[in-house]
């Protein structure tokens, strides 16, 4: 079993700035994939970033540029960086866990989300 929490969520001005946590415990291996996905009342769960086995990234297009993930595998932690946050970033954000080095949308768990809102 895995658990993941995460932290950090809260209520910034546009332009600013919040570092996400996800702290992982539980049967974690490095080399499996982690990623952020976030979610709007109503709408589909989209992705944000994915960090594969080897630290290979990629991003929404959406968040380009101005978001990085980053993990520590010695702490069993995934971080998201959002900078020049936007209004239109206010969501629900869900850390994820795969059992695998890669995962495409079926993730294996997922943690109960942490609200990003931006004030414009």
């Known amino acids: 079993q895995v658990q993941l929490v995460e932290s950090g969520g809260g209520l910034v001005q546009a332009g600013g700035s919040l570092r996400l946590s996800c702290a992982a415990s539980?049967?974690?291996?490095?080399?499996?994939?982690m990623a952020w996905y976030r979610q709007a009342p109503g709408k589909q769960r989209d992705l944000v970033a994915r960090?594969?086995?080897?630290?290979?990234?990629n991003y929404a297009d959406s968040v380009k540029g101005r978001f990085t993930i980053s993990r520590d595998n010695a702490k069993n932690t995934l971080y998201l960086q959002m900078n020049s946050l936007k209004p239109e970033d206010t969501d629900l954000y869900y850390c994820?866990?795969?059992?695998?080095?890669?995962?495409?949308?079926?993730?294996?768990?997922w943690g109960q989300g942490t609200q990003v809102t931006v004030s414009a």
């Open positions: 539980g049967r974690i291996f490095s080399g499996n994939a």
């Open positions: 960090m594969t086995s080897g630290g290979t990234t």
């Open positions: 994820a866990y795969c059992r695998n080095p890669w995962c495409a949308n079926s993730w294996h768990y």
